[in-house]
């Protein structure tokens, strides 16, 4: 069955750092894009970053310089390595997947909060 699954959310204190992992399962072929988006209640969801098959990165404007997307395609992983995180932060953070035939998976979401 074709999943996606992230881990590595939890609470942490303003300016520190978290990692995120998601994993695709081996059933999901020619992943194109892997990225993170998140979501506040009331909120539409946002990007956050991707990163292509051959490494091509984006970052929306409020993670540059502070976060960085890597993955390891042999593995169907990709990371989020988020550093000086802010209040404002603090969101359930979803791992996507975009296929080379478009076919588009989304993760069940883990929870960033970023509090003292």
């Known amino acids: 069955q074709a999943q996606v699954v992230e881990s590595g959310g939890g609470l942490v204190q303003p300016g520190g750092s978290l990692r995120l992992s998601c994993v695709a399962s081996a059933s999901i072929l020619a992943i194109f894009v892997m990225g993170w988006h998140r979501q506040v209640p009331g909120k539409e969801r946002e990007l956050v970053a991707t990163?292509?098959?051959?490494?091509?990165?984006n970052y929306a404007d409020s993670a540059k310089g502070r976060f960085t997307i890597s993955r390891d395609n042999a593995k169907n992983t990709v990371y989020l390595q988020m550093n000086s995180l802010k209040p404002e932060d603090t969101a359930v953070y979803y791992c996507?997947?975009?296929?080379?035939?478009?076919?588009?998976?989304w993760g069940q979401g883990t929870q960033v909060t970023v509090s003292s």
């Open positions: 996507n997947v975009l296929t080379w035939a478009s076919r588009n998976y």
């Open positions: 990163i292509t098959s051959g490494g091509s990165t």
